[in-house]
């Protein structure tokens, strides 16, 4: 399975929250309740991801837990890719 870019996740984040006439800041370090990303958007970047891979991610709700910030949601899908 080829991954995607953080810039392409990222891409997508901002997609998802443009849906919802929110905007993505550029730094990586807001935190998601700043800018309004609830874990209803997380589930649907999730879809959007897994879409494109073509394949299933298998995550655990108790990690997301620890998906603080921008930063982390990209970290976060870099390591559901990688396992």
């Known amino acids: ?3 995607l870019s953080r ?3 990222r ?4 997609e998802v929250l443009a ?4 905007e993505l800041p550029a730094d990586d370090s ?4 700043g800018i309004g990303f609830r874990s209803l958007d997380f589930s649907e970047l999730a879809l959007r991801v897994e ?4 394949t299933e991610l298998n ?3 108790p990690e997301l837990r620890s998906v ?3 930063s982390d949601v990209l970290d976060f899908i870099d390591q559901l890719q990688a396992a």
């Open 1 to 3: 399975m080829s991954g």
């Open 7 to 9: 810039d392409h996740v």
């Open 11 to 14: 891409t997508m984040m901002g």
């Open 19 to 22: 849906a919802q006439g929110k």
């Open 30 to 33: 807001t935190r998601l309740d």
């Open 51 to 54: 879409d494109e891979l073509d």
């Open 59 to 61: 995550f655990d709700a």
């Open 68 to 70: 603080e910030t921008v």
